[in-house]
């Protein structure tokens, strides 16, 4: 079973539609994010949070919005999707000591 | 208006042949560097890291090279094999308490039977 597992992994929606992206893992750690991937772009942070009582920005976080329900799950919102927001996103968690990152397979969302 | 795409930096090897993938940096601040490689419809993997108290570390058949002076990075893949074909990242940790990733926009490696 994969660490950070995400949900759902393929998702197709209109335009003005709420959208919910699931984000659990079974590593135990604190530190959970969000980014967005785009063709050419990188990775881009949405995201992140260091604890369950601690949610911050990242460098793109307009239109989006996260809740930390629990240590392990940290849920990401779109809360009226719009077509520039299709794109790849990727939910990862990270130990304190070295930040090193492990990566979700990824949700792969459209808005039409 | 028309948009134009971003074309990923490519480099295209021979099986067997050594790649050496480049990465430059921007924060002359960062402490931690790591290299990570996404295969087609998977999440980025952690290959090897480095701290900017060294300047070169190796791990299998991969070596990251670190040149603080010209903010640089490097890696060398050795005996480049078919299942190597990814793109790989460079990611920087800038330095302070927030241990947050910055990632470059990576560089698609592709490696010829």
């Known amino acids: 079973d994969a660490d950070v597992t995400q949900t759902p992994r393929n998702r197709i929606t209109k335009t003005g539609k709420r959208i919910m992206l699931e984000c659990s893992q079974t590593?135990?750690?604190?530190?959970m994010y969000w980014y967005r991937q785009d063709p050419g772009l990188g990775l881009r942070l949405i995201y992140y949070?260091?604890?369950?009582?601690?949610?911050n920005k990242g460098e793109i976080s307009d239109g989006y919005s996260v809740s930390r329900q629990a240590q392990a799950k940290f849920s990401l919102s779109l809360e009226s999707a719009i077509p520039n927001q299709t794109a790849l996103y990727f939910c990862a968690t990270s130990r304190v000591e070295t930040g090193e990152l492990f990566f979700g397979e990824g949700s792969r969302l459209t808005v039409l | 208006g028309e948009s134009v795409g971003l074309h990923l930096p490519t480099l295209s090897v021979q099986e067997g042949d050594n790649s050496i993938i480049n990465c430059a940096y921007s924060n002359s601040a960062s402490d931690y560097f790591i290299w990570y490689k996404q295969e087609s419809g998977k999440g980025p993997q952690f290959i090897i890291d480095?701290?900017?108290?060294?300047d070169k570390r190796q791990g299998q058949r991969v070596t990251v090279l670190l040149n603080k002076t010209v903010k640089h990075l490097s890696l060398q893949i050795a005996a480049t094999q078919p299942g190597d074909s990814a793109v790989y990242f460079c990611?920087?940790?800038?330095?302070?308490?927030?241990?947050?990733?910055?990632f470059g926009k990576g560089t698609l490696l592709t490696v010829n039977p």
């Open positions: 990611a920087e940790r800038g330095g302070g308490s927030n241990y947050k990733l910055t």
């Open positions: 949070s260091f604890d369950v009582k601690d949610i």
């Open positions: 480095i701290r900017s108290n060294m």
């Open positions: 590593k135990g750690h604190d530190r």
